[in-house]
């Protein structure tokens, strides 16, 4: 079991940055699939950024180039976001994955919704213009 604890969102204006980080208890494998996903009010979950299983980073197009995925030794992770707009307003969620056996960029892509993850519970963004 994993239990997840995202803090660092809040209220900021376009343009501006915030730092999600994600800390965690119980055991995370190397082997894990990790990564960040969000939910506005009214849309489907999807998926942020994430790291592929050699390390490499991943995002999605819309975030790509303003969104930095991090993590810690400990496997805590980050997410950097610079150049807010008001459609990254969401409630933002990290989790893992133990199993994922078409691998991370699949279960970030599509298998999550399929799979046993582990989710924390979230940390609301909401970007005003």
């Known amino acids: 079991q994993v239990n997840f604890v995202e803090s660092g969102g809040g209220s900021v204006q376009v343009g501006g940055s915030l730092r999600l980080a994600c800390t965690h208890s119980?055991?995370?494998?190397?082997?894990?699939?990790l990564g960040w996903f969000r939910q506005a009010p009214g849309k489907e979950r999807e998926g942020v950024a994430t790291?592929?299983?050699?390390?490499?980073s991943r995002y999605a197009p819309s975030v790509k180039d303003r969104f930095t995925i991090s993590k810690d030794n400990d496997a805590n992770l980050y997410l950097e976001m610079h150049n807010l707009k008001p459609e990254d307003t969401a409630m933002y969620y990290c989790?893992?994955?133990?199993?994922?056996?078409?691998?991370?960029?699949?279960?970030?892509?599509?298998?999550?919704?399929?799979?046993?993850?582990?989710w924390g519970q979230g940390t609301q963004v909401t970007v005003s213009s």
């Open positions: 989790a893992a994955d133990p199993g994922a056996p078409r691998g991370c960029i699949m279960w970030f892509r599509l298998d999550w919704r399929n799979a046993r993850n582990f």
């Open positions: 790291f592929e299983r050699d390390g490499n």
């Open positions: 119980g055991y995370i494998g190397s082997d894990y699939c």
